[in-house]
């Protein structure tokens, strides 16, 4: 054990003598801080949008107040209210936004056919969304195995180069050693430039040190070990510095972008899923449809999933806001199992990849950070599932004064059903015993090429 600590305490000294490392590690903390800087400007848009309900909500009901007054149909009022709900970010989600570029966090319901409002957001610039956000989790899982195969490809190919491989194999009796002191000292130097970065975000942000705070830091430092397991057995199987920047950056580019890639592909053929528009497209055909149909008929087809209205009196006239709302109701019930159906492959795809992401540390922290920070798919759908349970709660508020042909008096607008977004705790967290397997892995296969000939 000593003669690795005195050969760690020898490449410390070197290490912080190369001009070359200060600039890779000054790099990546640039890079950090400017991922630190976006996610903070992207926090706080976020939190000036959420701060903003509450007074387009009340402008919105002092004016229907004041059309409506003193007394309104439930109907008419119903109809024009629109319910704001939202998706609150954790200071963590400044970290890895996940999908929650491409989701709205804030939806605006109203009493109608909730499948043909849950889908619709205000869509960025394209291009910019194809190009995906820079954040700290893109920094940690393509700009820091980056910086590490670069400090650490040539470990001994470098000495192999110069000839003076033998000559230090003389010296320490092995080469083992000696590159797992190498590759180990400059892991270290990435892994602390990155633990800064994310210290600075935890006093900026803030962040508190939760379970899932240092879990993001577990998760950043499993993912470099499975790289520095990659490059030393890059550094153990290439006899040249060539060799060994070519075969780190074919392993960076198939672990960062063809991986993937492939993933998403294959996935998307195995496993379609239909577009969220879809939905809404058949809901609204479904509602507007009932415009041609016998009123009696929309009623019983509505009373047949709502048994507890089955005994109000039947629509006579051309027009009633019970029938109305029965209609858009029974749009969603036309879709439902397709609904389902769609929630529930989103959900298998994401387990699916959850499981095949193991193949590539990258792809694996990604799905780990996005996670932690609850900015993942199964975040958001939990997030629509609350707005469906609040929709529900604004059928049971209205529809037994609808249903009764009540007005409303200017004391109801003030007991109207209010969302709560209160976030349920995170599921179990994936676990970080693959990446630390990819590592045991590749440094396994390390050791095997530094017994046997090298490239």
Not at 300 to 318: I, K, L, Y
Request: glycine letters at 6%.
């Amino acid at each position: 054990m000593k003669p690795f600590l005195r050969l760690c305490r020898w490449e410390i000294r070197h290490l912080l003598r190369d001009g070359q490392a200060w600039l890779v590690c000054g790099a990546l903390f640039a890079a950090g801080l400017l991922a630190l800087w976006t996610g903070e400007r992207r926090l706080a848009r976020h939190h000036a949008e959420i701060a903003g309900l509450p007074a387009h909500y009340a402008t919105q009901m002092a004016g229907i107040a004041k059309q409506f007054s003193p007394e309104g149909e439930a109907g008419y009022v119903a109809y024009y209210t629109f319910f704001p709900t939202h998706h609150p970010l954790a200071p963590l989600a400044g970290l890895a936004v996940g999908v929650r570029d491409i989701v709205p966090n804030v939806t605006w319901v109203r009493l109608l056919g909730l499948e043909g409002q849950l889908y619709e957001a205000d869509l960025g610039n394209p291009a910019l969304q194809a190009l995906g956000n820079f954040d700290l989790a893109f920094v940690l899982c393509a700009l820091a195995p980056l910086a590490l195969l670069v400090l650490a490809h040539d470990a001994l190919t470098r000495e192999r180069d110069r000839g003076r491989f033998p000559l230090l194999l003389a010296q320490g009796g092995s080469a083992g050693p000696l590159l797992a002191a190498r590759v180990t000292i400059r892991a270290l130097a990435v892994g602390l430039t990155c633990t800064l970065v994310f210290g600075l975000a935890c006093a900026r942000l803030p962040i508190p040190l939760t379970a899932e705070a240092l879990g993001w830091l577990a998760a950043t430092w499993s993912h470099l070990a499975a790289w520095a397991g990659f490059v030393a057995w890059i550094a153990a199987a290439t006899r040249t510095p060539t060799a060994s920047l070519a075969g780190a950056l074919t392993l960076w580019i198939a672990q960062v972008v063809l991986l993937p890639a492939l993933l998403n592909l294959a996935l998307a053929t195995a496993l379609p899923v239909r577009e969220g528009l879809e939905l809404t497209v058949r809901q609204r055909q479904e509602s507007h449809a009932a415009w041609d149909k016998p009123r009696a008929e929309t009623m019983e087809n509505f009373f047949v999933h709502n048994p507890d209205w089955s005994g109000t009196p039947p629509v006579t006239g051309r027009f009633a806001w019970k029938w109305y709302y029965a209609m858009q109701q029974t749009g969603d019930e036309s879709v439902s199992a397709e609904s389902a159906a769609y929630r529930e492959n989103l959900r298998a795809r994401q387990r699916i990849t959850a499981r095949l992401a193991w193949l590539g540390p990258a792809a694996y922290a990604q799905l780990l950070f996005s996670q932690r920070a609850g900015s993942d798919l199964d975040a958001h759908l939990a997030y629509l599932d609350r707005v469906r349970a609040f929709h529900a709660d604004l059928r049971a508020y209205f529809y037994p004064m609808v249903f009764a042909d009540r007005n409303l008096t200017p004391a109801d607008y003030a007991s109207f059903p209010q969302f709560r977004a209160n976030v349920p705790p995170p599921p179990a967290s994936l676990p970080l015993w693959p990446l630390l397997i990819l590592a045991a892995g590749s440094a396994t296969l390390a050791a095997r090429h530094l017994r046997g000939p090298t490239l």
